[in-house]
């Protein structure tokens, strides 16, 4: 299940092609509501735009969806040869106001590709799978815009990156299989930021023998302008002005991986604006111990990590405090 936070009364989510709301009740629970028993494709990604509707798009190379497109239009695609001629949706925009589904026509595919909202409200998305590893799309949220899609529009394949906007509204990109490096987009028409610029930090963590797990990279900007990149089980505060690491952080005790394919999750914590002096968190939680993914191959599957560590990344000398989700956060574990 996905979860989309619209307002702190109310709970929007999509599970698998349904949609559901949560009510809050005055005891402080809450109770399901279907809404939608089938909005015609499954969310793989989704993003709640400005205007409170959600964009919502799934891989397109996996066959028809349940969804067909409006006036006669098709994909044809070589690259996906069990598919010739596709009349189908793999993207939608759910209207929550008013309970409806809007098909959106997307070309290229989006399987694991990676993105951001820009300051301009409209959601930029980059990468994917086959012909969309290097497509650079944009959805201006408006009650008739459809995707824009350009291609090539990345110096590098990108799928399984990561995306941050930056301070001056450009999106930093980092890494995807077999990508270790960065780019910016926009790029300028002239200068160095025109490609691509190594960052061996992601080759450094990457598990051999096709395991990877520094995909999908965990990067949140510090409140010093810095990045925060967390990849695998470890981190670096990363000036990207520079390409030089400003700081090296200690690794997460347990070493497993909390990255991509031993997917966990990460959120920098709310910051406190009125402190003298203002400090930056990071909560890293769940992973995979150190070797699922090859268990997996050979019908194996081990329990995700039940553990959370938690990180002040402005501290002169910063260590993880480690906990299970929900309860107390132990004793700094170095």
């Given at each position: 299940m996905t979860m989309v936070f619209v307002a702190p009364s109310l709970v929007f989510a999509i599970a698998i092609a349904s949609a559901f709301v949560a009510f809050?009740?005055?005891a402080g629970g809450g109770t399901w509501q279907l809404v939608q028993k089938n909005i015609g494709i499954v969310a793989m990604h989704m993003q709640l735009m400005h205007n409170d509707r959600v964009v919502i798009f799934d891989r397109t190379d996996f066959g028809h969806s349940n969804l067909t497109l409006p006036n006669g239009r098709c994909r044809r695609n070589p690259y996906e040869k069990s598919v010739k001629v596709d009349c189908t949706?793999?993207?939608v925009e759910y209207d929550v106001a008013s309970n409806t589904i809007r098909a959106l026509f997307v070309q290229t595919d989006v399987w694991c590709s990676s993105g951001s909202v820009a300051p301009d409200g409209r959601l930029i998305q980059t990468g994917g799978y086959n012909d969309g590893e290097r497509t650079l799309r944009i959805f201006n949220p408006?009650?008739?815009?459809?995707?824009?899609?350009?291609?090539p529009g990345l110096a590098a394949r990108r799928w399984y990156a990561s995306n941050h906007i930056l301070p001056d509204g450009r999106q930093i990109i980092i890494g995807g299989k077999g990508q270790f490096n960065y780019e910016f987009n926009p790029k300028a028409k002239t200068g160095?930021?025109?490609t691509t610029f190594r960052l061996p930090f992601l080759w450094q963590t990457n598990d051999p023998a096709g395991v990877m797990n520094?995909?999908?990279p965990f990067v949140f900007l510090n409140v010093d302008g810095n990045l925060f990149i967390f990849s695998n089980n470890r981190s670096i505060l990363f000036d990207y002005h520079n390409n030089t690491v400003v700081k090296t952080y200690p690794e997460i005790p347990g070493g497993d991986p909390r990255c991509y394919p031993s997917t966990g999750s990460a959120v920098l914590l709310p910051l406190n604006?009125?402190?003298s002096s203002i400090q930056a968190e990071v909560l890293v939680c769940g992973g995979a111990p150190r070797g699922s993914f090859q268990q997996t191959i050979k019908g194996n599957f081990l329990g995700a990590l039940n553990t959370c560590g938690r990180i002040k990344i402005t501290d002169l000398n910063p260590q993880w405090l480690m906990g299970l989700p929900g309860?107390?956060?132990g004793e700094t574990q170095r």
């Open positions: 809050p009740t005055d949706a793999h993207s408006c009650s008739t815009c459809d995707w824009q899609e350009f291609g160095a930021d025109k520094n995909l999908y604006l009125q402190a309860g107390k956060l």
